[in-house]
């Protein structure tokens, strides 16, 4: 575990605090305006207890800035219609704002039709395929909220991504893709690197900008960051451990993310904020949001 914080640091957790209390307060505008307290329903398949854990996060989360979180938790043996019916039903209910489904599911499920069931207006979490073409295009969208949360942070920190060389390494769907995006969005020359990618280091050796999204543990090495370059670990593996040999990152870095405490509190301070924005448009109020 990283013990002392330092002027390079992204510090994730006190932004992902200012953003929650934010929150907290546009959901109070909410109740004033309207008399109706945004609710996002979490959706939990099956008894992995890592998923169980970052639900039980996100809920808390929910009570901490006054909304409604709407339990669905099924058992791991339901299967893709069942949970494509249950996702229908949370769209068409007026007292859910936002849906989030905790993934991954147990195999069977086809996740793909299960997020697809997730209307436009309540996908929260960025995971439909229209959400990610709108992002694509650069039209108004749920960001996922992982993503989100590096972009606020690279804005917080005064990045330049105008015209700045960012490697995303990894290419998933809720993370690397959406990632790679927005980094283009703002005028960053991307390379998305992936299992595939030849020469790795070579690659992150020439990033203004490194983005790791792989899920291994330690596995962007120090020697492979140019001095100043900006590190952005979004890895979250057992123990804490992010996918940047941090100690070995710091020396070279201008910035970097520590793993606790950087990228991990921003998305789900994104996600209740995501929320929260799709309660004000769904009753059409008017309420700013950054
Ligand atoms: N902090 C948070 O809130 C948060 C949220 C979501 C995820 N995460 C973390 O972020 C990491 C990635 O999550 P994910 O859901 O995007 O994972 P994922 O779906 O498993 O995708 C991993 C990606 O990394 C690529 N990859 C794997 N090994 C590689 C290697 N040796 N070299 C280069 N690329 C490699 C894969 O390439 P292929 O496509 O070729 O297989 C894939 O595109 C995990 O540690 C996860 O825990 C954190």
Request: a neutral charge.
């Amino acid at each position: 575990m990283i013990q002392a914080t330092h002027a390079k640091w992204m510090a994730g957790q006190a932004l992902a605090a200012r953003i929650l209390e934010q929150t907290r307060l546009q959901v109070e505008q909410i109740k004033m305006a309207s008399g109706v307290t945004p609710c996002l329903a979490t959706v939990l398949v099956g008894d992995d207890p890592a998923s169980a854990t970052y639900v039980r996060m996100k809920r808390k989360r929910c009570e901490d800035v006054g909304m409604l979180s709407r339990r669905v938790e099924l058992p791991s043996g339901t299967t893709t219609a069942q949970l494509v019916a249950e996702l229908c039903r949370l769209g068409d209910d007026p007292a859910v704002h936002g849906i989030l489904l905790q993934h991954p599911v147990p195999a069977p499920i086809d996740r793909r039709d299960a997020f697809e069931a997730i209307p436009l207006a309540k996908d929260v979490d960025g995971v439909t395929s229209s959400t990610l073409g709108r992002l694509i295009l650069g039209l108004p969208a749920f960001i996922p909220c992982t993503p989100a949360g590096i972009m606020r942070l690279l804005q917080h920190y005064q990045v330049t991504l105008d015209g700045a060389h960012a490697v995303v390494i990894g290419r998933s769907p809720i993370l690397g893709r959406p990632m790679a995006s927005l980094l283009i969005n703002a005028h960053a020359t991307v390379t998305l690197c992936h299992s595939r990618t030849r020469s790795l280091p070579t690659l992150v050796r020439a990033a203004d900008v490194v983005i790791a999204a792989l899920g291994k543990p330690r596995f962007v090495q120090g020697g492979w960051i140019k001095t100043g370059a900006v590190v952005i670990d979004a890895g979250y593996n057992p123990g804490n451990i992010g996918d940047v040999d941090f100690e070995g990152a710091l020396e070279p870095a201008s910035l970097i993310t520590p793993v606790p405490g950087g990228v991990g509190p921003m998305t789900i301070a994104m996600l209740l904020h995501n929320t929260t924005l799709a309660t004000a448009q769904q009753l059409q109020l008017s309420i700013e949001f950054d």
